[in-house]
Structure formats: structure tokens, C-alpha cells
């Protein structure tokens, strides 16, 4: 190529002296990011390759490598930055649409980090939650308008089927196809291990997983893959995907290269065909036709399962929820900007839906106001990066928050967005079997569970300063938080008061 | 004088509060004269620091057992005209006088305290589509929210509520509590964090012919009051009693639980007592926890509820207030310390400490009660 | 008691256990020092054939064919742990040559190398196992 007109943005640095020429990186790299040079007696390396994911930083036996932000620039720009530069460049060669992988990474405000959290002092006391019993279980699903009693007088259990969950945690949507065999596995494993629940996204159950059923969330979404009667009955419960908060309407690509082997069967297409869920699910164009789907998916499941209805942060999404509150759906789920995904359009990621915070503290306002919040339970996703924000997620509204980028972290994510690119390193977003094989499940799930263990920890530690032993007296009780640099606007969305009030 | 809405604290920040309960219930329905009840908050002195008493006491109005008794604190007479023209809008007076007070050193700021024995409009209340107690407690609500000036702290039937600014003892005083006498008598002495300002802040809180004495500040508040508010209450004073009546108020008049099952809602059992009860007991606490979690209440509480022929003592789930019950005879006690108990009965059949979340409740006419 | 084990369906053939072993073994605490510009010679060693790989070291045999055979006593089975005595070896390879793993190697120095399960080291415990990125590379006791 004569004209380069991309200079990369990382550089790999090794520290010679360090270096060993063990080749580990050299091996480890998809990307064949290193070479060993025999002339010169040592390795070198193509920072044009690399995608900072930090694969051969991690396993270096001596650390003599590092990533560095290249400090190679552009002459200043207030307006026109580097990446808006190269982003040009890149689609000048390309002719098409820039894509992108994981969360929105944009500077817009995070509402959790100027949130606090309350504690006691001196008028109620805290709790020592290694001393007394710290409750964070809580029971997902809709609940009928009044009691029933028998002819005893006791009251039946007049309860839909509902979700029970050992802290209020889900593992998000991810598909088989989108992520790896032993990235499922390891999730199922987890799940099933915490009493927790996984969901499988729109790419099937594999058969091999159907042993994790009683913690699994099966997802239908607008393409329909590996969706049958039998899948559906796997399940705990169904999920209907009618939005992502990565990329607000629009559907999905799975591009032919991952459509291979068992990933085709468990999707039940070909293999190598594109797997291309449209944007708008055809059978739903309004609320009423979300409504026959729900109990479409209750007659198809003999009302033995709770039906989530997830739909992506936007605009007037509290408006949506309370129409999909009286569709017949027993959880909403809400995905805010900020989630992750395998590939969306770059600008479709970082310009559309609204922040998880103000989503989820106006849809519970809302379902209240309306007096329809009793009816359905409300799951809040799309970054809750922390065991603080999942205690604010809870304190604003949440039952229970869905966890997706921290769980592939916890696989060894390292979060450099290049999902689509299908050649992840860490054998999590690729189907290629040298690579998934990095990803040995026996380890990604223990991972997995001493993160959610270590967060319940936390949320327990954090509750028993506010005083409170159920997660359920934390639910909407906004009074447990306080903003800090926000202006009327927010605080009152938000629903909260200013520090100091 | 008292302060006009606009200048109140209470109800525009939230106040926590100490406090002193206490609570006599004469399971034969002997009347107990109300300065027993004086007696035994007054050796709680400490445990109050001046900003708000009062007294709950049923089975004092004989004469009209079937009326409405509405205690108003009127803040001037304009307010008094506008209540009182809704009042005959709604009701059929039977009665209305002001409550009876003796000028008392320790209460002051009084505004006009009214008391009228109603009985809703008949036509009214078929207007509404609802039964008479629902009819009054809109009622009640409307004039609390919308009448500038008028506060009702009192609408049930043979029973009334008697509060205001002061040591308890001083406020048993000034409403000449000695010239009442009925079944059950209940008292609070409160010790919040602020200054109220405002009378109708003091406890007990009531509705209807319920009230709610409470120890404590809860933790669950914010979540309490955003769960009840859609079914129509409005928790304007911010305080944790209010809640706690309305909570109450919901699950047993509207929901149509007993009194046991409220309070297995309010303080259920933790979930890893529930895993070792045997399965109908455990099939019962799931589903109660389930469908009323939002009521769950955690935090420190000790709480004397008094409803039409009963009274119920109750602890938070931890036990994290004091509270000790005693009995006598067919006279149950309860009340944040021992001492005031034994103060007016030196002489205890039984006394005892209930666990936490263990209800202790006393109802007319069933010597032993329910435990 | 407790051995390593291999698993060759999470071997990377990423290498890595060659050069923790090769380092194991050395009295340098750092690793760049000990190892650079310094062929290695360990203990372990990465298979490949194809898609297959998986890493190879001493079996510790319950019947060690090279204990057996060597003719100076300086092979000998201490605690499960197949051991060398450095001073009695005098480098005949017989040794090596009756391991069917190829698990005993020589040495410039006239004596064998073999894995002693890092028994004498710094660790005390086998470095490939704890160097081992995917968890392929076990020390655990399985009961046969």
C-alpha cells in the first residue's frame, strides 16, 4: 500500500532487555501481532496489528511487554479528533459502515458515579452482616392484583410462575455464536452454580446445555434462531428480545464465518449462511402484537414460565414499559446505551438510546404512577460495572440487574472492542477451535462465581450500613442515594435529592 | 399559634425519631382510666425530649359507638369554616364540640382543637362506589392534602387520638386524659432529630380506627412509601408511622389480611428460618414474601398498633428496639421498658420479651389472646 | 499422592511450562536474567502433532522403568517422587534410553535431568503447573 494513511493508536513496547524470546506472544497472537526474527536474534512486532487486548501482556512470563497509547498525533483539534480523522480514512477504503464491538466507550455523563449511597449513624444502627442474616435473594415476576383464600380461610398460592434468584444478578443475553462453546459453558456452569440465571441470546440452546435448563433464560428474538418447543421448555424462563441498548433498532448480524459446525445446528441454518435477525421483529408492530406474542410463548409453554420483554433505553421508554407492563409480560428488562455487544454500527453504538439510569428511574416512576409497578418485575442492563452500581441500580427500581460485559471480563475480557472481528484471543467472541480452546470453562466459571460472590459480599456490606437485611427494602428506596453535581432536571428524573438536602 | 403549612418542617424533610411506647389492653373490656396510661409513659420521661406525645385510646365514646369520631386541629377560623362546610358537605353531624384541655405549662402553641361525631352522607358514599370506611378515609385524606389549615389526627369509630407538642405526660394532661376511660390505651413519647413545629407530626398516626404507635427509624422507608403511595395514601409528614399505618391499613382493611398476617408481612421470618419450617408454614412465608415484599420493613421498630377490639404489639425482625410485654389478669401490657409496665402493675401473672417479628396480639372478648 | 497431570484438550502449546521449568531449576530469582540469551533445557516438554498438543514430563511411574535400570542407585523413588542423586549419576543414559515418555534427558554436564516435581526448588511446588495459562497442566491427586 503506498499511501498509509492510519498510523496505529497502540504500540506494543517490549522491554528487550526483559525479553526471553519464549515466542509466547508470537503464538498467542491471532492477530500475528509478533514474529520472531531470526536474523536480528529477537521478536518484533506490528503495532498496525495489534488490537490492545492484551493477550501476550498477560501471559509474558518476564512482563517485558507493554501496550502504550502511541504518541503519534494529529496537529490539535478541539473539533476534529484523531479518531474522527481515522474513522474517515478507514471508510474512504472501505465504502461501508464503520462497526463496532462491545459498549458505548464515549464520554457521555455515567449517572452512577455521581450517585451516593446512604449509611447509618447514630438514629437506626447498621447491621454487620457477618454477625446477622443479610437477605439479598429476591423473586422475579408478575403478581396477581389480590389475595385468594381457600375454604379454610389460608391464601393459595395465586402466583404466577416466577424467577428465583440468590442475589439479584443475571448473567445478559449473550448467543452461542456470538460468543464461544466454553464462554456458554462456563456461564451455564456459573449460573447454575450461584442459583443465579444465564440467558442464551438469539442463537439456541446446545444440546450439551440443556442439563443447565432450570437456570437458563431462553431469548427469542426478531430472527428467530434455534427456536422450537422443546427449546422453549428448556428454559426457566423466555425472553423476547425486542431491543439491545448497544444498538436500539436494529437487529443482528452474525456474519458466515461463525456460522460453523455447532453453531449452525444449534441455529438451524446452514452452515456459513449470514445470520441476519431483522431489526423490527415482523410479527410485532405494535403493543397488541407484543401482547399475542407473550402469550403465544405462555400457551407454547403451558404458562409454566415467566416471559421477559427486553427492550433497549430510548426516548420515551418509560411510555414503552407500561404498555409492555399491561402486555401480559411478567419481567421488563432494560438495556441501557451503554450495554455491550459482539458488532453494532459504531455510530448506531455511540449516538443512540439513553443512559440506564434515568431509563430505569423513569420507567419505575412511571409503572408507579400508574399504579401498574406490583404487576411485572423491572431488570436493569447496559453497564452495571460494580457491585455499587448494582446496590443504586436496586435503590433506583431494579428487582435485579442483568450483568453482561462484567461476566466477559471475568472470562478474561479485556475489552478491546474488536468482537467483530471473530479472532478474539481470549476464546471468548470467536469461533475459531484453537481459540475458544483458551477458554477452558473449568476456570472461566470459577471466575465467574467468585465475581458474583465477591459482589454479593459487597452488596451485603453495603446494605448493613444503610441498616436494611432485605435487598427487597432497598428496592426503589431512593432516599438511600444522593446526587452530587446534578442539576434539578436529573436529580428529579432520578428521583433523588442533592447531597446535602 | 401554630405555624401555617407553608412554614412546617414536618413533612417537608424527614425527621428520625427515638421514642417511648407503651400500651394497656383489657382483654374483658374493663375500662382502664386514661391517667394509668399517663402514669406509664411519664417514667419514660427520658426517653422523649419534649417535641411531640400523644395518646390512642379505644372504647372512650359509648355515646356514639357507631359515629365517626373526626379530631381536627383547625390552624384559625377560616380553615375551621372551610373544613367544616366539607364536613356537612359529607357527613351527618351528630355532634361537634371542642376537645376538651386544661391550660398545661410544658404544651403550648395550640391551635383549635375540634371534634365531630359523623356519619357519612348515604347518598354520598353510593356516590363513590365504596364502602363507608373507604368513603372517610378519602375524606380524611382530602382534607389533610387540600384543606390549608385543617389536619384531621383522628377518624375512627368508640376511639380517638390525642396528640400534640410536649412531654407525654404534660399533653395526657392537657387533654384531661383522667376524664376517659376504655379498653385500650396506648401512648408515645417522642424523641426526633429536629424540631417538628407542627402538632400533627406527634404520634399516635391514625386512620380510621386503626393508629400506630412506633419505636424507631426504618430503613425500608423510601421503599415502604413509593410501594404504598400508588394505592392512594400520601405520605405527606415523612415519617415512618405514617407509613407504617398506611401500610397496615392497606394490607388488613383493603387487602384483607389479619392482623398475624400483617405483621408476617411487615417483620417476615429470614429466608434461612423459612428453609428449616416444615412445608406448609414454608409454602406460606414464601408466598408472603413474595407477594408483599415491597412491605417488608427493616430497620429498628417497635410498634403498638391499635385497631377496633384489638391491640398488637411488634418487634422488627432483629429485634433491634427494645419492647417487653407483660399480663395481668386479662390485661395485656407492652411498652419500650419494663418499668412501664410495672409502674401501674407492680404485680405481673407474666412477663416476657417477644422475639423479634413474633407478634404479641390481644383482641376483645378472647382471654389469652393469640401469640 | 499428588502428580501432574495433562490435559491436552486446554494445552495451547503456548510453551510456557518449558520455560517456567527451565527456570524452576535455576538459583536466580529473575526470570529475564536466568533465562536470556540461556538455551533451555526443560523437564517438560510441549507435543504437537496437528491440532493436537499436549505437554510432556516424568509420569513418576509407580514401576519406573528407569529406576530399575539404572546401575548406580542414583534413580531412586522417594515419597511417590522419582528423584535423582546427582553425585552417584555417571551419565550412562541407560536411563533415557528405558523411559518410554523420553522424560529422563542428558546433560552437558554428564548426569541426567529429570522432573523431581520441583521438590528442591525454590517454589516447592511445579511451576509449569502454576505457569500454566489455561489451567491444562494440573498437580492433584486422582485416585486410581
Same mark, same amino acid.
Given at each position: 500500500?503506498?499511501?498509509?494513511?492510519?498510523?496505529?493508536?497502540?504500540?506494543?513496547?517490549? =522491554?528487550?532487555? *526483559? &525479553?526471553? !524470546? $519464549?515466542?509466547? %506472544?508470537?503464538?498467542? @497472537?491471532?492477530?500475528? +501481532?509478533?514474529?520472531?526474527?531470526?536474523r536480528?536474534?529477537?521478536?518484533?512486532? =506490528?503495532?498496525? *496489528? &495489534?488490537? !490492545? $487486548?492484551?493477550? %501476550?501482556?498477560?501471559? @509474558?512470563?518476564?512482563? +517485558?511487554?507493554?501496550?502504550?497509547?502511541?504518541?503519534?498525533?494529529?496537529?490539535?483539534?478541539?473539533?476534529?479528533?484523531?479518531?474522527?480523522?481515522?474513522?474517515?480514512?478507514?471508510?474512504?477504503?472501505?465504502g461501508?459502515?464503520?462497526?463496532?464491538?462491545?459498549?458505548?466507550?464515549?464520554?457521555?455523563?455515567?449517572?452512577?458515579?455521581?450517585?451516593?449511597?446512604?449509611?447509618?449513624?447514630?438514629?437506626?444502627?447498621?447491621?454487620?452482616p457477618?454477625?446477622?442474616?443479610?437477605?439479598?435473594?429476591?423473586?422475579?415476576?408478575?403478581?396477581?392484583?389480590?389475595?385468594?383464600?381457600?375454604?379454610?380461610?389460608?391464601?393459595?398460592?395465586?402466583?404466577?410462575?416466577?424467577?428465583?434468584?440468590?442475589?439479584?444478578?443475571?448473567?445478559?443475553?449473550?448467543?452461542?455464536?456470538?460468543?464461544?462453546?466454553?464462554?456458554?459453558?462456563?456461564?451455564?456452569?456459573?449460573?447454575?452454580?450461584?442459583?443465579?440465571?444465564?440467558?442464551?441470546?438469539?442463537?439456541?440452546?446446545?444440546?450439551?446445555?440443556y442439563?443447565?435448563?432450570?437456570?437458563?433464560?431462553?431469548?427469542?428474538?426478531?430472527?428467530?434462531?434455534?427456536?422450537?418447543?422443546?427449546?422453549?421448555?428448556?428454559?426457566?424462563?423466555?425472553?423476547?428480545?425486542?431491543?439491545?441498548?448497544?444498538?436500539?433498532?436494529?437487529?443482528?448480524?452474525?456474519?458466515?464465518?461463525?456460522?460453523?459446525?455447532?453453531?449452525?445446528?444449534?441455529r438451524?441454518?446452514?452452515?456459513?449462511?449470514?445470520?441476519?435477525?431483522?431489526?423490527?421483529?415482523?410479527?410485532?408492530?405494535?403493543?397488541e402484537?407484543?401482547?399475542?406474542?407473550?402469550?403465544?410463548?405462555?400457551?407454547?409453554?403451558?404458562?409454566?414460565?415467566?416471559?421477559?420483554?427486553?427492550?433497549?433505553?430510548?426516548?420515551?421508554?418509560?411510555?414503552?414499559?407500561?404498555?409492555?407492563?399491561?402486555?401480559?409480560?411478567?419481567?421488563?428488562?432494560?438495556?441501557?446505551?451503554?450495554?455491550g455487544?459482539?458488532?453494532?454500527?459504531?455510530?448506531?453504538?455511540?449516538?443512540?438510546?439513553?443512559?440506564?439510569?434515568?431509563?430505569?428511574?423513569?420507567?419505575?416512576?412511571?409503572?408507579?404512577?400508574?399504579?401498574?409497578?406490583?404487576?411485572?418485575?423491572?431488570?436493569?442492563?447496559?453497564?452495571?460495572?460494580?457491585?455499587?452500581?448494582?446496590?443504586?441500580?436496586?435503590?433506583?427500581?431494579?428487582?435485579?440487574?442483568?450483568?453482561?460485559?462484567?461476566?466477559?471480563?471475568?472470562?478474561?475480557?479485556?475489552?478491546?472492542?474488536?468482537?467483530?472481528?471473530?479472532?478474539?484471543?481470549?476464546?471468548?467472541?470467536?469461533?475459531?477451535?484453537?481459540?475458544?480452546?483458551?477458554?477452558?470453562?473449568?476456570?472461566?466459571?470459577?471466575?465467574?462465581?467468585?465475581?458474583?460472590?465477591?459482589?454479593?459480599?459487597?452488596?451485603?456490606?453495603?446494605?448493613?450500613?444503610?441498616?436494611?437485611?432485605?435487598?427487597?427494602?432497598?428496592?426503589?428506596?431512593?432516599?438511600?442515594?444522593?446526587?452530587?453535581?446534578?442539576?434539578e432536571?436529573?436529580?428529579?428524573?432520578?428521583?433523588?435529592?442533592?447531597?446535602?438536602? | 399559634?401554630?405555624?401555617?403549612?407553608?412554614?412546617?418542617?414536618?413533612?417537608?424533610?424527614?425527621?428520625?425519631?427515638?421514642?417511648?411506647?407503651?400500651?394497656?389492653?383489657?382483654?374483658?373490656?374493663?375500662p382502664?382510666?386514661?391517667?394509668?396510661?399517663?402514669?406509664?409513659?411519664?417514667?419514660?420521661?427520658?426517653?422523649?425530649?419534649?417535641?411531640?406525645?400523644?395518646?390512642?385510646?379505644?372504647?372512650?365514646?359509648?355515646?356514639?359507638?357507631?359515629?365517626?369520631?373526626?379530631?381536627?386541629?383547625?390552624?384559625?377560623?377560616?380553615?375551621?369554616?372551610?373544613?367544616?362546610?366539607?364536613?356537612l358537605?359529607?357527613?351527618?353531624?351528630?355532634?361537634m364540640?371542642?376537645?376538651?384541655?386544661?391550660?398545661?405549662?410544658?404544651?403550648?402553641?395550640?391551635p383549635?382543637?375540634?371534634?365531630?361525631?359523623?356519619?357519612?352522607?348515604?347518598?354520598?358514599?353510593?356516590?363513590?362506589?365504596?364502602?363507608?370506611?373507604?368513603?372517610?378515609?378519602?375524606?380524611v385524606?382530602?382534607?389533610?392534602?387540600?384543606?390549608?389549615?385543617?389536619?384531621?389526627?383522628?377518624?375512627?369509630?368508640?376511639?380517638?387520638?390525642?396528640?400534640?407538642?410536649?412531654?407525654?405526660?404534660?399533653?395526657?394532661?392537657?387533654?384531661?386524659?383522667?376524664?376517659?376511660?376504655?379498653?385500650?390505651?396506648?401512648?408515645?413519647?417522642?424523641?426526633?432529630?429536629?424540631?417538628?413545629?407542627?402538632?400533627?407530626?406527634?404520634?399516635?398516626?391514625?386512620?380510621?380506627?386503626?393508629?400506630?404507635?412506633?419505636?424507631?427509624?426504618?430503613?425500608?422507608?423510601?421503599?415502604?412509601?413509593?410501594?404504598?403511595?400508588?394505592?392512594?395514601?400520601?405520605?405527606?409528614?415523612?415519617?415512618?408511622?405514617e407509613?407504617?399505618?398506611?401500610?397496615?391499613?392497606?394490607?388488613t382493611?383493603?387487602v384483607?389480611?389479619?392482623?398475624?398476617?400483617?405483621?408476617?408481612?411487615?417483620?417476615?421470618?429470614?429466608w434461612?428460618?423459612?428453609?428449616?419450617?416444615?412445608?406448609?408454614?414454608?409454602?406460606?412465608?414464601?408466598?408472603?414474601?413474595?407477594?408483599?415484599?415491597?412491605?417488608?420493613?427493616?430497620?429498628?421498630?417497635?410498634?403498638?398498633v391499635?385497631?377496633?377490639?384489638?391491640?398488637?404489639?411488634?418487634?422488627?425482625?432483629?429485634?433491634?428496639?427494645?419492647?417487653?410485654?407483660?399480663?395481668?389478669?386479662?390485661?395485656?401490657?407492652?411498652?419500650?421498658?419494663?418499668?412501664?409496665?410495672?409502674?401501674?402493675?407492680?404485680?405481673?401473672?407474666?412477663?416476657?420479651?417477644?422475639?423479634g417479628?413474633?407478634?404479641?396480639?390481644?383482641?376483645?372478648?378472647?382471654?389469652?389472646?393469640?401469640? | 499422592?499428588?502428580?501432574?497431570?495433562?490435559?491436552?484438550?486446554?494445552?495451547?502449546?503456548?510453551?510456557?511450562?518449558?520455560?517456567?521449568?527451565?527456570?524452576?531449576?535455576?538459583?536466580?530469582?529473575?526470570?529475564?536474567?536466568?533465562?536470556?540469551?540461556?538455551?533451555?533445557?526443560?523437564n517438560?516438554?510441549?507435543?504437537?502433532?496437528?491440532?493436537?498438543?499436549?505437554?510432556?514430563?516424568?509420569?513418576?511411574?509407580?514401576?519406573?522403568?528407569?529406576?530399575?535400570?539404572?546401575?548406580?542407585?542414583?534413580?531412586?523413588?522417594?515419597?511417590?517422587?522419582?528423584?535423582?542423586?546427582?553425585?552417584?549419576?555417571?551419565?550412562?543414559?541407560?536411563?533415557?534410553?528405558?523411559?518410554?515418555?523420553?522424560?529422563?534427558?542428558?546433560?552437558?554436564?554428564?548426569?541426567?535431568?529429570?522432573?523431581?516435581?520441583?521438590?528442591?526448588?525454590?517454589?516447592?511446588?511445579?511451576?509449569?503447573?502454576?505457569?500454566?495459562?489455561?489451567?491444562?497442566?494440573?498437580?492433584?491427586?486422582?485416585?486410581?
Open positions: 500500500m503506498p499511501i498509509n494513511y492510519i498510523y496505529p493508536d497502540y504500540e506494543i513496547e517490549r =522491554d528487550y532487555d *526483559k &525479553c526471553i !524470546n $519464549c515466542r509466547v %506472544c508470537e503464538r498467542q @497472537c491471532a492477530n500475528e +501481532a509478533h514474529a520472531y526474527n531470526e536480528r536474534g529477537k521478536m518484533l512486532a =506490528d503495532s498496525s *496489528k &495489534c488490537v !490492545n $487486548c492484551h493477550r %501476550c501482556v498477560s501471559l @509474558c512470563p518476564t512482563r +517485558a511487554l507493554k501496550i502504550v497509547r502511541t504518541a503519534h498525533t494529529f496537529r490539535e483539534n478541539a473539533n476534529w479528533n484523531g479518531q474522527l480523522i481515522n474513522e474517515i480514512y478507514k471508510q474512504c477504503d472501505s461501508g459502515v464503520l462497526l463496532s464491538s462491545m459498549g458505548n466507550p464515549r464520554e457521555y455523563p455515567i449517572y452512577f458515579d455521581r450517585l451516593l449511597l446512604n449509611a447509618s449513624q447514630v438514629t437506626n444502627p447498621s447491621i454487620d457477618l454477625r446477622e442474616p443479610m437477605e439479598t435473594r429476591v423473586s422475579l415476576g408478575a403478581k396477581p392484583d389480590r389475595i385468594e383464600r381457600g375454604a379454610d380461610g389460608r391464601m393459595v398460592n395465586n402466583l404466577p410462575p416466577r424467577l428465583n434468584l440468590s442475589m439479584p444478578a443475571m448473567f445478559s443475553a449473550m448467543s452461542f455464536g456470538s460468543i464461544s462453546y466454553n464462554a456458554h459453558e462456563s456461564l451455564a456452569r456459573a449460573a447454575t452454580e450461584l442459583g443465579i440465571y444465564y440467558n442464551t441470546g438469539e442463537g439456541g440452546l446446545h444440546e450439551d446445555f442439563r443447565y435448563g432450570p437456570n437458563t433464560i431462553v431469548q427469542v428474538a426478531s430472527g428467530r434462531f434455534g427456536v422450537h418447543g422443546e427449546y422453549l421448555n428448556a428454559g426457566a424462563a423466555v425472553e423476547i428480545k425486542m431491543g439491545q441498548g448497544a444498538k436500539p433498532g436494529i437487529g443482528g448480524h452474525l456474519p458466515g464465518k461463525k456460522i460453523v459446525g455447532e453453531v449452525s445446528r444449534t438451524m441454518i446452514p452452515v456459513g449462511s449470514d445470520a441476519i435477525s431483522p431489526a423490527p421483529h415482523h410479527d410485532i408492530y405494535s403493543i402484537d407484543l401482547r399475542q406474542l407473550v402469550f403465544s410463548l405462555k400457551e407454547a409453554t403451558a404458562y409454566t414460565k415467566p416471559v421477559i420483554v427486553k427492550i433497549a433505553a430510548v426516548h420515551n421508554v418509560a411510555a414503552i414499559a407500561s404498555g409492555i407492563a399491561r402486555s401480559g409480560a411478567d419481567i421488563i428488562a432494560i438495556d441501557g446505551y451503554r450495554g455487544t459482539g458488532a453494532a454500527p459504531t455510530r448506531i453504538r455511540d449516538n443512540v438510546g439513553i443512559p440506564i439510569e434515568l431509563a430505569l428511574a423513569a420507567v419505575d416512576t412511571r409503572l408507579r404512577d400508574e399504579r401498574i409497578r406490583d404487576r411485572v418485575s423491572l431488570v436493569a442492563g447496559g453497564s452495571i460495572r460494580s457491585s455499587a452500581d448494582l446496590v443504586k441500580a436496586v435503590a433506583l427500581g431494579a428487582d435485579a440487574c442483568y450483568i453482561g460485559t462484567a461476566a466477559v471480563l471475568a472470562l478474561g475480557c479485556h475489552l478491546c472492542r474488536s468482537c467483530q472481528e471473530g479472532k478474539c484471543n481470549w476464546g471468548i467472541a470467536t469461533q475459531v477451535p484453537e481459540l475458544v480452546k483458551r477458554l477452558n470453562p473449568n476456570v472461566g466459571y470459577r471466575r465467574l462465581v467468585n465475581l458474583m460472590n465477591a459482589w454479593n459480599h459487597e452488596i451485603k456490606e453495603i446494605m448493613g450500613g444503610m441498616g436494611i437485611n432485605s435487598i427487597e427494602s432497598l428496592r426503589g428506596n431512593r432516599l438511600m442515594l444522593r446526587g452530587v453535581g446534578l442539576n432536571k436529573e436529580l428529579s428524573i432520578l428521583g433523588v435529592k442533592h447531597a446535602g438536602e | 399559634m401554630l405555624r401555617t403549612r407553608e412554614d412546617i418542617l414536618e413533612g417537608r424533610l424527614r425527621i428520625p425519631s427515638g421514642c417511648a411506647i407503651s400500651g394497656i389492653f383489657s382483654k374483658s373490656g374493663k382502664i382510666g386514661g391517667e394509668r396510661i399517663i402514669k406509664s409513659i411519664e417514667v419514660m420521661h427520658d426517653r422523649s425530649n419534649g417535641l411531640g406525645g400523644g395518646f390512642a385510646c379505644y372504647g372512650i365514646y359509648p355515646q356514639f359507638p357507631d359515629h365517626y369520631a373526626i379530631h381536627v386541629f383547625h390552624d384559625n377560623l377560616a380553615s375551621k369554616r372551610e373544613c367544616e362546610d366539607f364536613l358537605k359529607n357527613f351527618d353531624i351528630a355532634s364540640s371542642e376537645i376538651p384541655t386544661r391550660l398545661t405549662s410544658g404544651v403550648t402553641d395550640a383549635l382543637i375540634w371534634r365531630y361525631f359523623a356519619e357519612p352522607l348515604r347518598h354520598r358514599v353510593v356516590e363513590d362506589f365504596c364502602d363507608e370506611d373507604e368513603f372517610v378515609a378519602r375524606r385524606t382530602h382534607i389533610n392534602a387540600r384543606i390549608d389549615g385543617s389536619y384531621v389526627f383522628s377518624s375512627g369509630k368508640n376511639m380517638g387520638v390525642f396528640k400534640a407538642i410536649g412531654f407525654p405526660e404534660d399533653v395526657g394532661r392537657f387533654y384531661r386524659l383522667e376524664d376517659y376511660e376504655g379498653y385500650c390505651m396506648i401512648a408515645h413519647g417522642r424523641y426526633p432529630t429536629n424540631t417538628p413545629g407542627w402538632w400533627g407530626g406527634a404520634h399516635p398516626f391514625a386512620l380510621l380506627s386503626s393508629s400506630v404507635v412506633h419505636n424507631g427509624e426504618i430503613s425500608s422507608y423510601d421503599a415502604n412509601r413509593r410501594s404504598i403511595e400508588p394505592y392512594g395514601y400520601s405520605c405527606s409528614l415523612q415519617t415512618d408511622t407509613v407504617i399505618a398506611y401500610i397496615y391499613d392497606y394490607l382493611r383493603r384483607g389480611l389479619s392482623q398475624r398476617e400483617f405483621a408476617d408481612v411487615v417483620a417476615a421470618p429470614f434461612s428460618a423459612i428453609a428449616d419450617m416444615p412445608k406448609d408454614r414454608r409454602e406460606y412465608y414464601e408466598y408472603i414474601r413474595a407477594m408483599f415484599s415491597n412491605f417488608l420493613i427493616t430497620g429498628p421498630f417497635s410498634i403498638i391499635g385497631f377496633e377490639g384489638g391491640m398488637m404489639a411488634l418487634n422488627d425482625r432483629l429485634k433491634l428496639r427494645s419492647m417487653v410485654c407483660a399480663e395481668r389478669g386479662d390485661t395485656l401490657y407492652a411498652a419500650s421498658e419494663e418499668c412501664a409496665i410495672r409502674v401501674v402493675e407492680p404485680e405481673l401473672d407474666r412477663v416476657w420479651a417477644p422475639a417479628g413474633e407478634p404479641v396480639i390481644a383482641t376483645l372478648g378472647r382471654p389469652g389472646g393469640e401469640r | 499422592m499428588k502428580r501432574v497431570y495433562v490435559n491436552e484438550q486446554w494445552c495451547l502449546a503456548c510453551h510456557l511450562c518449558e520455560y517456567y521449568c527451565a527456570f524452576a531449576n535455576q538459583d536466580e530469582t529473575d526470570m529475564s536474567t536466568a533465562l536470556k540469551g540461556v538455551p533451555i533445557r526443560p517438560i516438554r510441549v507435543e504437537q502433532l496437528g491440532d493436537v498438543c499436549f505437554a510432556v514430563n516424568c509420569r513418576h511411574c509407580d514401576e519406573p522403568l528407569c529406576v530399575k535400570g539404572c546401575l548406580t542407585g542414583a534413580l531412586s523413588v522417594r515419597d511417590g517422587v522419582i528423584s535423582i542423586d546427582r553425585d552417584k549419576c555417571v551419565g550412562c543414559c541407560t536411563c533415557v534410553v528405558s523411559c518410554p515418555y523420553g522424560a529422563v534427558t542428558p546433560t552437558e554436564d554428564g548426569v541426567v535431568q529429570k522432573c523431581e516435581l520441583c521438590v528442591n526448588t525454590r517454589d516447592g511446588e511445579p511451576l509449569c503447573v502454576k505457569g500454566c495459562p489455561n489451567a491444562a497442566i494440573v498437580w492433584e491427586s486422582v485416585v486410581r
